[in-house]
C-alpha cells in the first residue's frame, strides 16, 4: 500500500509539473514573438466599416448611462454606427436608466443609439445578442458589456486591421483595472493580463480560438450564417470562438495596452466564484457538446479539448491540495520521490515570479502604482486564490452533474471607474460623473441574466 502511494505521489506530481510548465510556456507565448503580431496598428485607415454595437444588460442600473455615453462618444463616423441596449422585459430598472441616456443623447443631436427588448426566454445573454443580431444592419457586429470602458480610437483600430489584413474577425484586449481594491483582485488581473495579452494569441495561432464575451467584432453576414449564439451555452463566447475556428475563419488578437477595454473585478469573493463557476460549467457544456471534433486537425482538437477540460482538471486540484498535504504531514517518503514530489513547487515559484513582473508591467502600461505591500498580499493570496478557483470548478462539476443550468448574474459596480475617477482628480481633472452614480452602486441588483464576459473571460 504504501508503495503505491508514493507511486499516486509520484505520478500526480509529473502531470502537475508538465501542465505547469506548460501554462509557463503560453503565458510567456507572446514576449517571445514580435511585438507587430499583437499590437494595433500605429496609424489607421479612413473610416470604411460600419458597427453595430450590442451592449446586452441584466440589472446594470449603476453603469449603463455612462457605458452608453461613451461608446455614444468614440472617435468613429456616428453614421457608421448602430448601438443597441438589449434588455429583457423585465428589467425595468436597467430599461429606465437607457431609456433616460437614450433621451438625452437624442436632445444633443444624438440619432444612432436604440433600445431593443425582448420579451421571450430564456433570460441570458446569447439570447439576448441574438435577439440584437435580428435588428442589426451594419457590416460588423460588436459586444461590450455593461461596465465597459471602451477606448474612444477602438472602432478606428479594429477597421484599419479588417481593412489591411482582410479578415472578418478580430478579439480586442480586455482588462481588469481595480488591482489593489481586494487581496485576490491583483490575481484576477493578471488571469486577464496573460490570457488576452499572451494565450489568446496561442489559441489564434493554432486554430481553436474560445473568444472572450466582449470586444470581439464579427463580419454580420458571418455571424448570421452560423446562426448566432447558443442560447444554452454558459460560455456562448468560448463556443462560438471554436465554431468559428472549426469552420476556418482566421481569428485577429489585438492586445494592446493602449486600447483595452477597462473592467473591474467581481466585488466580492461570492460573486467571483458565482462568476469563475459559471465560465466553468460553460466550458463543460462547450466540451459535452462536441464541436472541437470538427476542428480540422488533432492538434487543434487536442488543444480545444485541453482547454475545455480545464475546469475538471482544477477541481482535481483542489481534491489534490489536501491530499498532498497529509502525505507530508503523514509519509517519509524516500529521497527519489520526496524530490519529485517538490517539482511542482519549483513551477509555482517560477509562476509567482511571473506574475510579479507582470503586475509591475501591468500598472506601467497603465500609469498606476504598485503599492509596498502589493507583493507580499501576492505571496500570501496565492494559494487561497487557487483554492477559490479549484471550489467554483467543483461547483461546476456538480451544478453540470445536477443539470443545473440556471445564469448566475456578476455584481458590477464600477470599481474601474471609481480608479479612473481618483487618478483624474489627483491629476487636476473635472471629476467625472462616476462620482455620482457611485453613491447607488451598493444597490445593484445582483439576479438573472448578464452582461459578462472570459477568460474568457
Same mark, same amino acid.
Given at each position: 500500500?504504501?508503495? !503505491? ?5 509520484? @505520478?500526480?506530481?509529473? %502531470? +502537475? =509539473? *508538465?501542465?505547469? &510548465? ?106 439576448? !445578442? ?5 435588428? @442589426?444592419?451594419?457590416? %460588423? +457586429? =460588436? *459586444?461590450?458589456? &455593461? ?311
Amino acid at each position: 500500500m504504501r508503495d !503505491l502511494i508514493y507511486a499516486v505521489i509520484v @505520478a500526480l506530481s509529473v %502531470v +502537475v =509539473t *508538465i501542465q505547469s &510548465a506548460h501554462t509557463l510556456y503560453l503565458t510567456l507565448y507572446t514576449w517571445n514573438r514580435p511585438p507587430s503580431e499583437a499590437s494595433a496598428p500605429e496609424q489607421f485607415q479612413p473610416p470604411r466599416l460600419s458597427f453595430t454595437v450590442m451592449l446586452p444588460a441584466r440589472h446594470e442600473e449603476a453603469v449603463i448611462a455612462t457605458t452608453v455615453g461613451r461608446v455614444a462618444r468614440a472617435n468613429y463616423p456616428p453614421g457608421l454606427m448602430q448601438i443597441l441596449v438589449i434588455c429583457s422585459a423585465d428589467d425595468e430598472g436597467t430599461i429606465a436608466k437607457a431609456e433616460a441616456k437614450i433621451t438625452e443623447l437624442r436632445r444633443q443631436g444624438v440619432r444612432n443609439v436604440s433600445l431593443v427588448v425582448f420579451h421571450d426566454k430564456p433570460i441570458n445573454k446569447p439570447h439576448g !445578442l441574438n435577439a440584437g443580431l435580428a435588428k @442589426a444592419v451594419m457590416d %460588423v +457586429v =460588436t *459586444i461590450f458589456d &455593461a461596465e465597459d470602458d471602451i477606448h474612444p480610437e477602438i472602432f478606428n483600430v479594429v477597421n484599419t486591421v479588417m481593412v489591411n489584413e482582410q479578415v472578418r474577425v478580430v478579439q480586442g484586449g480586455v482588462q481588469l483595472m481595480n488591482f489593489d481594491s481586494s487581496w485576490y483582485s491583483a490575481l484576477n488581473v493578471l488571469e486577464y493580463f496573460f490570457w488576452f495579452k499572451s494565450r489568446l494569441h496561442y489559441h489564434a495561432r493554432r486554430g481553436a480560438t474560445p473568444l472572450g464575451g466582449n470586444t470581439v467584432f464579427f463580419a454580420r453576414d458571418l455571424i448570421t450564417r452560423l446562426g448566432g449564439w447558443d442560447e444554452t451555452n454558459l460560455t456562448e463566447d468560448a463556443d462560438i470562438g471554436l465554431r468559428l475556428s472549426a469552420s476556418g475563419e482566421p481569428i485577429r488578437i489585438v492586445y494592446d495596452d493602449r486600447y483595452v477595454t477597462k473592467e473591474e473585478t467581481p466585488p466580492t469573493i461570492r460573486q467571483f466564484i458565482k462568476q469563475r463557476t459559471r465560465w466553468s460549467q460553460g466550458f463543460m457544456q462547450t466540451l459535452k457538446k462536441g464541436t472541437w471534433r470538427e476542428l480540422p486537425t488533432g492538434r487543434q482538437r487536442r488543444l480545444a479539448v485541453y482547454t475545455l477540460a480545464f475546469p475538471q482538471a482544477q477541481a482535481l486540484l483542489g481534491l489534490y491540495v489536501p491530499f498532498s498535504l497529509l502525505t507530508i504531514l503523514s509519509l517519509k517518503a524516500p529521497v527519489l520521490v520526496a524530490l519529485v514530489s517538490f517539482l511542482p513547487v519549483l513551477t509555482l515559484l517560477g509562476h509567482f515570479l511571473i506574475s510579479v513582473v507582470g503586475l509591475y508591467e501591468f500598472a506601467d502600461a497603465h500609469d498606476l502604482k504598485v503599492s509596498p505591500i502589493a507583493i507580499p498580499r501576492l505571496a500570501f493570496g496565492w494559494i487561497p486564490y487557487q483554492l477559490l478557483v479549484s471550489y467554483a470548478s467543483m461547483r461546476a462539476v456538480l451544478r453540470h452533474l445536477r443539470g443545473i443550468s440556471n445564469w448566475e448574474k456578476t455584481q458590477h459596480i464600477g470599481a474601474h471607474r471609481e480608479l479612473a475617477d481618483t487618478r483624474g482628480l489627483e491629476l487636476g481633472e473635472e471629476p467625472s460623473r462616476v462620482a455620482l452614480f457611485r453613491q447607488g452602486a451598493g444597490e445593484v441588483a445582483a439576479g438573472g441574466c448578464a452582461a459578462a464576459s472570459a477568460a474568457g473571460a
